[in-house]
Each structure stands twice: as structure tokens, then as C-alpha cells.
């Protein structure tokens, strides 16, 4: 594979994925409406009740808002890397996917550059958001702003590699919808996303311990710690390794000799 077919594949790649997002722009309003919903209306019924309390590691008194806002920056990628998953699909089902897999190119390169198109988008929608959130008096300190940036890819890399390994398993467009909610929602409120984890110990050990094995609340919790100015040594590691997981199988699922394709599209099958 020589450097300038690689870095034309990533251009063509991200230019694709870019075009695609700006002709759906219902896709960015509702990416940024689901979140808001949250901040406006959840935060503000919430707010009476929990009102201000210290939030572990922090040792500091901030509003609801303030805690629950990098769970929703997690919505957002998580969102994005299931919306990835569903294009794959689609682009299966089209054969556009075909044609892309039959190039040259090696295969994990192919789906790679696909990773790295869905992230950048979902970057710029979670920026958008901590934007807006600023006016709701979500205010982290100026620094958390670039230390968000890598914890950003990283998050945004698991869950859209997550995406890809579960559109390999997809056999029909139609099964999508059933199939992210039996993902979304789960990974989404088994999580640190709402409620410190601290208080989810405290009102049920048993939901306590599955979301310690969530991969999302680690995903939360790096964008929580690099918002605030922290660095959460064990999220990092857990975010990388399920990222390499969820890629690896997500490469053997493409694989027409050994992965879920040969059984869709009536591949060959490795004896």
C-alpha cells in the first residue's frame, strides 16, 4: 500500500462521508436536538431536586448541568457511530459497499478511513453542542475545551468501531432499528452518562456493577475528566482496548472468507 493511495482512499473516503452528511441535514438537527432535550428539559426537572452537589473527582460544587452535559456529548458519538453502522448497511445493500472492499486496498485500511470520516462528523456536532450548551450556563473551564479534543477521537474511534462489528452482523436494512435499541439505549442508561457512579453504587450495587462493564461509561467518563481539565488513566485504557476489539472483529466480520459477509452474500466459506 503506497502513501499516496492511502491518503487519496482518506480524502475520497472523509469527502464522501462529508457530502452525505451535509445533503441529510435532518441528520445534524436531530444529532443536536436529542442532546438539547436532555440539557433543557431532564437537567431542569432534575435540577430541583438534586440542585448543586459534589460530583467525585472533582471535589467542587457544579450544577446538574454541568455533570450531565459530557454524558451528552457521549449521546452524540454514540449516535453517530450507530448512524455510521446504518449507512454501512445501506451502502451494503446499494453494493456501493462492494465496490469499495474489491479495491486494493487493504481491508482494515478500507473500513479504518470509513471510522475516521464518521468520527470527524461527530466531532463537529459535539463541539456545535458545548456551543450552545455555553448559553444554558454550561461553562467548563477554557482549557477542558482542547483537552476535549482527543478524548473526543478516542470515544468517538470505540463506539464508531462499535458500529462498524454490529453492521457486519446486520443482514437487512429492516433489522436495524430492532437491533440499536437492544444497543442504544442499554449502553446509554447503564452508564455514568445521568448519575455519578458513586450513586448508583449506593442505590443499586447490581446496576453499579454492569455499568462498570459498560465500554460507554468509560467512553463518558474520559469526556467528563478532559472537560474539566482531568485525566482518567483507566478510561483511556479501556477505551483503547475495546476500540482495537470492536475493530478486529469488525475487520473479520468484512472478511468474505471467514466473517459474517460470506454468510450474506453467499461468499465463499472457509472450510
Excluded at 22 to 35: C, E, H, K, M, T
Excluded at 61 to 88: A, D, K
Aim: charged share 10%; aromatic share 16%.
Amino acid at each position: 500500500m503506497k502513501l499516496n493511495h492511502a491518503i487519496l482512499c482518506l480524502r475520497g473516503v472523509v469527502f464522501r462521508e462529508a457530502l452525505r452528511f451535509i445533503n441529510q441535514r435532518g441528520r445534524f438537527l436531530s444529532a443536536l436536538v436529542r442532546p438539547l432535550v436532555w440539557l433543557f428539559i431532564f437537567a431542569a426537572g432534575f435540577r430541583s431536586v438534586l440542585g448543586v452537589s459534589i460530583i467525585p473527582p472533582y471535589e467542587t460544587y457544579i450544577r446538574y448541568e454541568e455533570y450531565i452535559s459530557p454524558g451528552l456529548v457521549g449521546m452524540i458519538l454514540l449516535f453517530n457511530g450507530m448512524q455510521s453502522s446504518l449507512s454501512m448497511v445501506y451502502d451494503r445493500e446499494m453494493g456501493s459497499m462492494r465496490t469499495l472492499l474489491v479495491s486494493p486496498l487493504p481491508r482494515w485500511y478500507l473500513l479504518l478511513c470509513k471510522l475516521l470520516a464518521g468520527v470527524s462528523i461527530a466531532v463537529l456536532q459535539a463541539y456545535v453542542f458545548m456551543a450552545i450548551a455555553w448559553f444554558w450556563e454550561v461553562r467548563p473551564p477554557t482549557v477542558g475545551y482542547f483537552l476535549l479534543l482527543p478524548a473526543l477521537i478516542l470515544s468517538g474511534l470505540m463506539l464508531g468501531a462499535l458500529g462498524l462489528m454490529l453492521s457486519s452482523m446486520i443482514r437487512q436494512l429492516e433489522n436495524f432499528a430492532g437491533v440499536m435499541n437492544f444497543v442504544i439505549f442499554p449502553m446509554f442508561f447503564a452508564s455514568s452518562a445521568l448519575y455519578p457512579l458513586w450513586r448508583i453504587n449506593d442505590a443499586s450495587p447490581l446496576l453499579f456493577w454492569v455499568c462498570t462493564f459498560n465500554p460507554f461509561t468509560y467512553a463518558v467518563e474520559l469526556i467528563r475528566f478532559a472537560l474539566y481539565g482531568q485525566f482518567n488513566f483507566v478510561a483511556m485504557l479501556v477505551v483503547i482496548g475495546c476500540t482495537g476489539l470492536f475493530l478486529a472483529a469488525a475487520v473479520v466480520g468484512y472478511d468474505p472468507l471467514r466473517g459474517f459477509m460470506s454468510r450474506k452474500d453467499g461468499g465463499p466459506a472457509k472450510s
